[in-house]
């Protein structure tokens, strides 16, 4: 019996030499197929005057990003188109998250910087300091989705200020009747995303922003949304929030609530077209990449970028987010060509802009 | 009550009532007893059992998850963001292997040697003693340390070196490189996507404006010479050519070529500076469990060997190291087996990027590991990908056991011999 464990031992054994030795030889197979790639199809090229066709790149290089997790699948989904077309190149995406990308900015450790929000005072006075230049593109809109249960039938539409009166510590109300007297009496049980996510940041800006305000203490915080969603979906008496993707995964357990914009008073779902042209105000936000000067001038940073406003649009709605206006995403370019350096959320004394992005994001508001 | 204190009263007047025991009173307090050792028995069978059945609870709901994306294509691709279906884990697999195997070279060595030293050279003297004293005190602390803080230890010490070398900068240093770099500026072509290299003579210099024809270099490392077209005058047509030609006045930024054996200090985030941060955090189970190993080799082989007139180092060579070595691989293969799960002390040194396509490159490159993979899978949203992360848990829990299986095999083949 010992005899024969033993040499079943000795057969698991040898399965992992043989997967780990497969290792290297797989590997070499699918470089040396790549660049017999690159190899037969220069000549491809070469035939067709090649005006920019699909020709493998030889550039190579490597391009350091870090910041938001948010941002990192878009990052990623680009990255990956990207080394299809230039395989030398390397792209190392890390989602540390937007604060952790910014340090890492002011330090040079990275080239482009990933953010869910835009740039603070602080973080840019840290920029200045450092010698660190950059150029703010917005690449992509995150809407932030309100739920409650789908047997909820007394919310279909709320106003800020009825958020307020749930979300903001102080006044909060812990009966649906404190809000509406005519919702029924009953405990109102609230998730939310953990208050170390640019989620939770986005939210308490948008509820809690007067002075002093903050969000009550008493809500189930969790870093998982997928429990956000459980915590929903299993509580008629519940409500929510979190990034759209996490709703349009889960649209059969959870209803979305209208966000009344206080612009033009009318309730708006947080659709793909409400989102993309800012009728879902205030909870849609764009999402960012700030680019360091310095590495403009390295020809794979600058192809990089360059691809990533060519195909962020089509690439972000794969990952699960809302593409940007067309003048928008044009304006990022424009922005990239001429070099113009600085942010548009922050003014010439230091203080936060807040608003939409199509008022900000203008020429006028550029503080280097 | 009562019937107990007068039982134990006449025990203490009359030593007769010992000589006469109490029958009645042994049989019911043997059955009493029998009883509670039965009820004992069948606790610890309940708690044995139920740890296996939290065992096969997460066992099934893992498989039952994963079952689904187990599949070649799970082994053999990458991480894919576009194609979810279609991503993979080789690159994680690979990546954990460097990094355990590093981990393996840095912490055994260094591991054995410190249970040999506290084990087989006794001290001799007080001050000895003391170090011997305060090296185990210390061991003993060190293996109670939760991972993430060894994390923190390897983010000093391995990825910045407390900036002794200098601060990596992506535009300015890139820290002292001792081997295997060549470095070249490359300037784009006139045509799309091709570049040119041209090496880089001086260090310091990180940008070079092509003002005039100079000479390059190819993939293979030919010179080739680069003309230079300027803007105005008619541009070349040959792909061949405009391959060949930049505008004037392009500037190249540097680009690094490295070699496998590429070395550079500090490590920054590379899978060496993971290996050697994992390798602190096995080295206090490993010179525990050696010690063990050596402790248990009978003394008399010792004195025997001795007795022949061996020195202390030919005795641990020829003697006890032979004979705990069963014990000593038992021990670095379970410890193998923690370091290769380990995800916290990862995260903080490599960061929690998972967008790799291949292992590591050199020495100095990132690594994606399995736990690192299977920690930003189950927090996505998409079904997918959570069930990918069920599915390589399943292949990490395979190879776990092929580690440990690895342990017992080697004991029992030692053992015969």
Redesign the interface.
Known sequence: M?RFL?N???A??V??VA??GC?PK??TATTDSTTAEATSSDPA??DS????TA?V??????I?I?GS?TVA?IS??V???F?K??PNVT??????GTGNGFKDFQ?????ISDASRPIKPGELDACRENGVQFIEIPVAYDGLTIVVHPDNDWVKTMTIEQLKKIFVAGSEAKKWSDVDAAWPAEEINIFAPGTGSGTYDYFREVVADGEGESLRNDMNLN????ILVQGVAGNKYSIGFF?V??YE?SKDKLKAVEIVNPEDGTAYLPTTENIASNKYAPFSRPLFIYV?T??L?????A?FVDFYLENVSE?CE???YVRLPEEIIAKGRENLDNEAIGTHFVDAEGNKRSGPLAANFKAENLTK | MSKVKARAAAKASTPKALAEPDLEYQARNSKRREATSRWFYVLCVGIALLSVLILVVLLVSIGYQGQSRLRPSLL?NAH???EIEQSGM?PA??GS?AVCGVCALAAMPLGIGTAIFLEEFKPTNKIARMIHGFVQLNISNLAGVPSIVYGLLGLTVFVYMFNVFG??????SNGWEIVGAEHYY???SL?????VMIPQADPEQR?LTVTEPTVGVD?DGNEVSIAIWEPGTPKP????VRKRTVRKGA???????RAWYYFRLPFDKSFLAAGLTLALVILPIIIISSQEALRSVSPSLREASSGLGATTWQTVRNVCLPAALPGVMTGAILAMGRAIGEAAPILVVL?????????PQNMMD?AVTMPVLIFNWS?R???EF?ELAAAAIIVLLI?L??LN??A??IR??MQQH
Request: aromatic share 4%; with cysteine.
């Open positions: 010992k033993g079943g031992f000795l698991c054994l399965c992992l997967v780990t290792g797989t590997t090229g070469s005057a090649g005006s920019g020709e790149s030889n550039m190579s290089g490597t350091k870090n997790s699948p990623d989904a990255r990956e188109k080394i077309q230039y792209v190392n995406v890390d989602g540390a330090k040079k450790a990275t080239d870093e998982d949304d997928n990034g993707a996490y995964e360091s310095a590495s001038p390295r020809a794979e940073v192809t690439l794969k990952v699960g | 053999t894919s963001e576009l080789w697999i690979l292997l601060q990596i900068k992506v535009n300015e490359q300037v784009l045509e799309r996507g091709q570049v940008q993939a047509t040959d792909p061949e500037i190249g930024g540097t680009i690094t070529e960061g929690a990027a998972v967008a790799k396509g291949t292992g990132t927090g949203q998409q079904d959570r190879i056991l092929i299986s690895a017992i095999y029992h083949k």
